[in-house]
């Protein structure tokens, strides 16, 4: 029998996933991520205030300084500088309302790390999008904080102070695409201006950070099941491209889906996931109570990937059924 020998100068690394296929390193990928979102982080500036930084800023800072406190409590390595932690402080920020309390962001960026995140076991392990379940729980912590909407600075009349999915829901006001898709409208820090977000993602999806498939699949699905709403009756049901630009239906596509620890791994998965995602979020906000759906959906989606990343294995060549 032959005997192998393995050089010791050659180590082999056993780590967490996301084990993606790609040429940047999973921490040049986060700062990448960064880089995408500064077209939201002006717009949210220019359209709500200078202040609005702040809030980011302090959701970044205890993301980052929680994540630290826990790990040299575990007496695990320090990992902040691979940006995981700055991307769920700037995403957790992005989606709070319009001059939300300092304080309560805070909770939330503990929340969104310590249980959204290290419970699992860190980066790679988590089951959950760390900067929906801080959102999730700010949501059940201080719910009309976080249904408070602030007036955008070019506002030209009162609907624009409501999100476009409240004032239909509860008012009935098809609100227009256009303020929609420039961002002069109410709604959620970084949420509410198209034109950013898509910049941001496009970016993401040319240098291949971020998977297209996912991103296809949510808008198609949004398209097609808003739209056969729409067709059934169009004096009741918004038209599919109110469904595509309203509420945080892009930021979650592609910032949100997308994150690689919390989708699936295969390219049926990410298509059914998309999907997946795309038919909660219409039924939430045609049917349910509250106005808008994406944290929702995302959050459910997230707990079927593992099931989803099973059944959507290809079969090895070879392999028996």
Request: hydrophobic share 55%; net charge positive; charged share 10%.
């Amino acid at each position: 029998m032959e005997t192998i020998t393995v050089n010791p100068a050659y180590k082999l690394e056993l780590s967490s996933s996301p084990h993606i296929h790609s040429r940047w390193s999973t921490k040049h990928a986060m700062w990448f991520v960064v880089l995408a979102l500064i077209p939201a982080l002006i717009s949210a500036v220019l359209f709500f205030g200078p202040y609005q930084l702040l809030i980011v800023l302090t959701s970044v800072v205890f993301c980052a300084g929680t994540e630290f406190a826990i790990k040299k409590f575990r007496k695990k390595k320090i990992t902040v500088d691979d940006g995981s932690a700055v991307i769920t402080g700037i995403l957790l920020g992005l989606i709070l309302p319009p001059n939300f309390s300092l304080s309560a962001a805070a909770i939330g960026a503990v929340f969104s790390i310590a249980i959204g995140k290290e419970i699992f076991g860190g980066l790679g392990y988590n089951i959950f999008n760390p900067a929906l379940a801080g959102r999730a729980f700010l949501q059940a912590a201080f719910p009309v904080a976080m249904t408070t909407w602030a007036k955008p600075n070019f506002a030209v009349d009162s609907v624009t102070s409501a999100t476009p999915l409240a004032a239909y829901k509860f008012d009935k006001v098809f609100a227009e695409i256009q303020p929609m898709f420039l961002g002069n409208i109410g709604g959620s820090i970084g949420e509410t201006s198209a034109i950013a977000i898509l910049i941001g993602g496009i970016f993401l999806i040319a240098i291949g950070i971020v998977n297209y498939r996912i991103p296809i699949a949510m808008i198609l699905g949004v398209l097609i099941f808003g739209g056969i709403f729409w067709v059934i009756d169009p004096a009741k049901y918004p038209n599919p491209l109110f469904q595509l630009f309203a509420g945080g239906f892009l930021f979650g596509t592609f910032f949100m889906a997308t994150d690689w620890v919390t989708s699936p791994l295969t390219s049926k998965g990410m298509y059914i996931f998309g999907f997946g995602i795309a038919f909660i979020i219409v039924l939430i906000r045609i049917f349910g109570g509250l106005p808008e759906g994406v944290m929702y959906a995302i959050l459910i989606m997230n707990s079927v990937v593992p099931i989803i990343n099973r059944y959507t294995r290809p079969t090895i060549f070879g392999e028996a059924k």
